[in-house]
């Protein structure tokens, strides 16, 4: 059986959604597109999409089984309640909504729908993750207690709509959505405090450079970080773990994990130790054979399993993987980031 799909927003996620589905899955054709802007519909054309004139058209269509919103953040909501309305299965790009309101305004249409709703979080397949989330279940460096997941640049606009609150700009909808997903994903507590840093330093309406911590219910706390000012990176993931360290450097999943020998004596001297920066016992170096250094495992990822699971959902074949009720969990906490920046501290919550 091959599902079609249309794509509203043709804009740079959107040509991505449309050129991937169309050369990585097999049981998915895309058939065509909506834009509010002449030089995507074009584009679109030139691919051989059908265009639609208005949404209406392509909600009328009884072809489409699917249906990709790769707007901008403002408009997801309705079109996501429109096309459930029409008897459509539905990706939205994230953030899904502008606030909780939104999501829970389309949840009650969604509750009624039988069709399929979900959100792209992709950056649940994306390689550095899959590779923290292994190392955490196996649970050969001990039990984490400080999870660093950051993203940095140093290009400082935000470009487009992206610089526009009214549209949904600012770093925390547009990467901290992701940030925060990914922890909710790998620890499965609730959130007990938010306390955010957010700086807009080169936007006048919009959070560009953001630091938010996370405390979770079971001791475990986080810290979410993205820059669009930062010249010199530190690492993209950190994790602290009671017998290891591990570290993802960069997107191409450079690092390691160094973990304490199990059978290294503790022998060696308590001596004061003198360094340049002066005395010190407690910050001495640790001697070398009491750790073991480790490659990160090699894993198989593909982003191409989020659009599997999608078809496989709307066949019965499977359980959604990113489902709207934990969307709403990371609404629920993107809110309490926005009232700590507000109010200049942290704020418990149980989330
Ligand atoms: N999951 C990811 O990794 C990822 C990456 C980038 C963007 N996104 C998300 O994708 C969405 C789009 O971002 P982008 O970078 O592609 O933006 P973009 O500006 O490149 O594209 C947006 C497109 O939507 C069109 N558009 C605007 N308003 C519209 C409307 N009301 N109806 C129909 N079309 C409309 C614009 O003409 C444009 O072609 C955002 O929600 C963003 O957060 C997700």
Redesign the pocket.
């Known amino acids: 059986m091959k599902y079609k799909m249309v794509v ?7 040509a ?1 959604h449309a050129d991937n589905v169309s050369s990585m899955m097999d049981h998915i054709i895309v058939k065509g597109i ?4 002449k030089e ?1 519909c074009d584009k679109a054309l030139k691919k051989g999409l059908y265009v639609y004139s208005n949404v209406d058209e392509l909600l009328n269509d009884q072809e489409i089984d699917l249906v990709t919103i ?4 403002d ?2 909501k309705d ?1 996501i309640i429109r096309c459930l309305r029409a008897g459509k299965n539905v990706i939205s ?3 899904v909504t502008m606030n909780v309101a939104e999501l829970e305004e389309i949840l009650e249409v969604s509750k009624n729908s039988s069709k399929v709703f979900s959100i ?4 649940r397949w994306d390689k550095d993750f899959v590779i923290i989330k292994n190392i955490l279940k196996q649970g050969s460096i001990g039990t984490p207690y400080f999870i660093e997941n950051r993203v940095q640049g140093s290009r400082r606009a935000m470009y ?3 610089g526009h609150k009214i549209n ?1 700009g600012g770093m925390v ?2 990467w901290g959505v ?1 940030l925060i997903d990914q922890l909710l994903n790998l620890i499965d507590f609730p959130v007990v405090s938010v306390d955010a840093h957010l700086f807009n330093l080169y936007s006048d309406d919009v959070d560009d450079n953001i630091k938010i911590f996370l405390r979770f219910e079971n001791g475990i706390s986080a810290l979410c970080e993205m820059s669009t000012n930062c010249l010199i990176n530190l690492p993209r993931w950190h994790v602290s773990c009671t017998e290891g360290t591990v570290v993802i450097e960069d997107w191409d999943c450079k690092g390691k994990i160094v973990k304490l020998k199990e059978d290294a004596e503790m022998t060696w001297s308590d001596d004061i130790v003198y360094t340049e920066a002066g005395p010190t016992r407690t910050m001495a170096p640790r001697p070398s054979y009491t750790t073991e250094v480790f490659d990160l495992p090699e894993v198989n990822s593909d982003w191409s399993d989020y659009y599997n699971n999608i078809i496989k959902v709307m066949e019965g074949k499977e359980e959604l993987i990113v489902k709207p009720e934990q969307a709403l969990r990371v609404m629920k906490v993107i809110e309490k980031v926005f009232e700590s920046e507000q109010i200049g501290s942290g704020i418990r919550c149980y989330i």
């Open positions: 509203i927003g043709y804009g740079g996620m959107g991505w909506f834009d509010i802007r995507a790769a707007t901008p953040n408009s997801h079109y790009e994230k953030p792209h979080q992709n950056r487009g709509w992206r949904g909808l547009d992701h």
